[in-house]
């Protein structure tokens, strides 16, 4: 089972990630 700490961390990566991803792809261009 998935602890609150564990759902916590994944809520703080996957917007951290999105972000990260958005910033490469605009140095790309």
Not at 1 to 17: K, Q, R, S, Y
């Amino acid at each position: 089972m998935p602890t609150p700490l564990n759902v916590l961390a994944v809520l703080l990566w996957v917007p951290m990630g999105v972000f990260l991803a958005k910033c490469m792809i605009q140095l790309k261009k």
